[in-house]
């Protein structure tokens, strides 16, 4: 027993309802969160604000995301974003690679920071058993 409905359009000559789903609204939505997103993930790439010098060094490949430590211009430690002393840089530095002594462990320092700060921060950093230790630099600017 098939039952008909009327039409509120117009009756039987009536038009019929549009059933498919207007995308372009959604598309719009998506490419701006795509913009945002390209603008801001480089933003949040590294914690400290630090000076880098630049090197025409190759950039290196990890499976494992590198460990950040930070020296800016007053001297002062960060792993990743938080700020240590140079007492608890090792055991953040372990806790932060989960044991893995293994992990890359990149220093940015800071181009007005003295230099023997930066080999003394690596210098503890190598003594706490990290042999995978990396420089962070910028690359020269292309002209």
């Known amino acids: 027993m098939a039952v008909k409905l009327a039409n509120n359009r117009g009756?039987?000559?009536?038009?019929?309802?549009?059933?498919?789903?207007?995308?372009?609204?959604?598309?719009?939505?998506?490419?701006?969160?795509?913009?945002?997103?390209?603008?801001?993930?480089?933003?949040?790439?590294?914690?400290?604000?630090?000076?880098?010098?630049?090197?025409?060094?190759?950039?290196?490949?990890?499976?494992?995301?590198?460990?950040?430590?930070?020296?800016?211009?007053?001297?002062?430690?960060?792993?990743?974003?938080?700020?240590?002393?140079?007492?608890?840089l090792v055991s953040t530095l372990t806790s932060a690679a989960e044991g893995d002594k293994a992990r890359r462990v990149n220093i940015r320092g800071d181009k007005a920071l003295a230099y023997g700060k930066v080999i003394d921060t690596m210098g503890v950093i190598n003594e706490a058993g990290f042999s995978k230790i990396a420089l962070v630099s910028e690359p020269p600017p292309t002209n």
């Open 11 to 88: 009756g039987v000559g009536g038009i019929a309802p549009v059933s498919e789903i207007n995308v372009t609204p959604m598309v719009d939505v998506m490419l701006v969160l795509l913009i945002v997103f390209m603008v801001a993930a480089p933003l949040m790439a590294s914690g400290v604000k630090v000076d880098l010098p630049t090197s025409n060094a190759k950039p290196l490949t990890e499976e494992k995301p590198p460990i950040a430590v930070s020296l800016n211009a007053e001297g002062k430690l960060y792993v990743d974003k938080t700020e240590v002393s140079r007492a608890t």
